[in-house]
């Protein structure tokens, strides 16, 4: 047991975290709580502007040498290029850029199908797969990927991203056996309800918000409480912790 009363096994300094989907919602709130932890950023995600404006915010934390990278990572030459910027191993890194769709499986078009699973799966699969070919993941590191309560409930309209998200546990589950000889962990968050755009954005499509709030006990979550835990998974206080999928969603499966 460590007796020093200014051990933090939340502490994120000397760890270089990089975050997807950084430029809004989750994942700027993950990077921002990471550099408030003493965590060194880099962030990425498609929209320049709105990236940029996330770099001056985690400048504002911390002198540390935080860094951005503008990428498409569907594309090959954006995951190429992110990769390609990393001159030294990530400690952290975070699977936060996904996206949405409601469908209801009659009217699924193909392309819808394929552009949720390019996101939301084939992305950070293939940005995960090119980091471990070059080493740049640390030894002791930890990958987190952001997936969805959708994962685990029957939810109507949401088959494609729903399994989306439930491929990317499972693949969890096989990477984290085969870089757990490096001591390198990997773990999934599955988060209900969270007040970002993204939920902006639905309650405009289906109306008012109001009647779904009221499943849940702890009422939605905030992009900090998401944040909060990605800490927990990104520091040395989770280094027990592998393959698993962490459900957030303020009592809804419980009520």
């Not at 921002?32 to 965590?39: E, H, Q, T, V």
């Not at 640390?138 to 309209?157: E, Y």
């Not at 009647?211 to 006990?217: F, L, V």
């Amino acid at each position: 047991m460590n007796n020093d009363l200014h051990f933090n096994p939340f502490s994120l300094a000397g760890k270089r975290v990089l975050v997807t989907g950084a430029s809004s919602g989750l994942g700027r709130a993950i990077a921002l709580g990471c550099a408030a932890m003493g965590g060194e950023l880099v962030v990425t995600g498609r929209d320049a502007q709105r990236l940029a404006t996330v770099l001056g915010d985690l400048q504002a934390v911390s002198d540390l040498p935080h860094q951005a990278f503008q990428a498409d990572l569907r594309e090959t030459e954006g995951r190429d290029g992110l990769v390609a910027s990393l001159r030294s191993p990530i400690d952290g890194l975070v699977h936060s850029a996904g996206i949405s769709r409601l469908c209801p499986t009659r009217l699924m078009s193909e392309s819808h199908l394929q552009e949720i699973q390019a996101i939301n799966l084939q992305a950070p699969v293939l940005l995960t797969q090119a980091l471990l070919k070059r080493n740049l993941v640390a030894n002791g590191g930890s990958i987190v990927f952001i997936a969805s309560i959708a994962a685990h409930i029957g939810v109507a309209g949401v088959g494609a991203y729903s399994a989306s998200k439930a491929a990317l546990i499972a693949f969890s589950r096989c990477l984290a056996m085969e870089v757990v000889k490096r001591q390198i962990r990997v773990n999934c968050l599955s988060p209900a309800l969270v007040e970002t755009p993204l939920l902006e954005a639905t309650a405009q499509v289906v109306g008012s918000m109001e009647a779904e709030r009221g499943n849940y006990p702890l009422g939605f979550g905030k992009p900090e409480d998401v944040a909060n835990a990605a800490i927990f998974m990104l520091s040395g206080a989770s280094r027990w912790i592998t393959g698993t999928s962490l459900v957030m969603d303020g009592g809804l499966t419980i009520s």
